[in-house]
């Protein structure tokens, strides 16, 4: 299936024969068949035509809306995903601690080995001395293990990140200065390149769990928030990692972005990607999404990263419907 993106300010998104059809400022147009395309996800001011929404709503095929600097906005979807009697079920194990409890663990157990497997593999290269990190990475998943209730998990996953982002921090490039998480907003190009990237996988998942009937604001682990999709926060905890910050570190240590690729806006501060330098970010993150992989335990064949994020769905599926969170694995890398 196809995800399109378009970004260049000022196009047109309509329909022409059978095909999604882009026309840019500059004359240039693309197409792509209907029966393929999955998502649209569109930055900026982007027009669509009327044609191409009902097309939309009547293939299922959702649009996502983000500001030019990578901001979520909304999305168009139909309706007929919709199971009330899955999304009823949800709710009810929202209540249970010991449910939640152990979807908690499992992820982020998986969120902090995730971790540490990237830090393993950028230090490769590199004569830093990561060993002391990630001691007490893995002493934070003893933790998680003995924990007796969401929010203490949540506090020994929030101690793991910040050492693993300040370790990532010595394996970056240092043309690319990065001291520790900065988001809203984001104060250089690593945190300039996750965040993009982690709002884009957040809405990815959003849409798979409309899917597939769950209400992606009926979470388990972190807690509610107004407008703010906590069950699909929950499921990408374990890819964060895996899939972005995999990525943004392999782009800046091999030179695929340089400085020329970020500018400093003054009117929204902040450390944003250029043009040119968002098209081969995305380019390179949707390559990830598509790349094979055999990570899950479950299965003893290849998918693709996007194919194991449907199958985790599913999971958790069987997980809901038999009130048994053992059907839920997490991904695990290598």
Not at 95 to 102: A, I, Q, S
Not at 183 to 205: A, C
Not at 305 to 312: E, G, I, K, T
Request: hydrophobic share 35%; proline share 3%; with cysteine.
């Amino acid at each position: 299936m196809s995800y399109l993106y378009v970004c260049e300010q000022g196009s047109v998104i309509g329909i022409s024969g059978n095909r999604i059809q882009v026309k840019y400022k500059d004359g240039m147009t693309k197409s792509i068949p209907i029966e393929t395309m999955e998502v649209i996800e569109v930055f900026g001011k982007i027009q669509l035509t009327t044609q191409c929404l009902e097309t939309c709503l009547t293939h299922g095929i959702n649009i996502i809306f983000y500001s030019l600097y990578g901001s979520y906005y909304g999305r168009l979807i139909s309706t007929n995903h919709v199971n009330v009697k899955r999304q009823r079920r949800q709710a009810e194990l929202g209540n249970d601690e010991n449910f939640n409890l152990g979807m908690a663990k499992r992820v982020i157990d998986a969120k902090i080995r995730n971790q540490i497997v990237i830090l393993r593999r950028y230090a490769r290269n590199t004569v830093q001395d990561i060993k002391r990190p990630v001691d007490e990475m893995q002493y934070m998943c003893q933790k998680v293990q003995g924990g007796t209730s969401v929010e203490q998990i949540m506090g020994f996953e929030g101690n793991a990140a910040k050492i693993y982002f300040k370790t990532l921090g010595q394996l970056i490039n240092p043309e690319f200065a990065f001291s520790g998480r900065t988001r809203r907003p984001p104060l250089d190009p690593f945190n300039s390149m996750i965040s993009l990237g982690y709002s884009i996988i957040l809405n990815e998942i959003y849409g798979k769990l409309e899917a597939k009937g769950l209400n992606p604001y009926f979470g388990f682990m972190h807690s509610d928030r107004e407008k703010h999709p906590t069950l699909a926060s929950d499921l990408m905890e374990e890819w964060r990692a895996v899939l972005v910050d995999s990525t943004a570190l392999s782009m800046l240590n091999g030179h695929e972005l340089e400085k020329d690729d970020f500018y400093t806006n003054t009117e929204e501060p902040g450390v944003y990607l250029t043009n040119q330098g968002f098209k081969t970010y995305i380019q390179k993150l949707e390559k990830k999404f598509r790349a094979d992989n055999k990570y899950l335990s479950y299965i003893n064949y290849h998918v693709s990263f996007r194919r194991a994020m449907d199958l985790q769905i599913g999971q958790l599926i069987k997980a809901i419907e038999t009130g048994n969170i053992e059907e839920y694995k997490p991904i695990l890398i290598r």
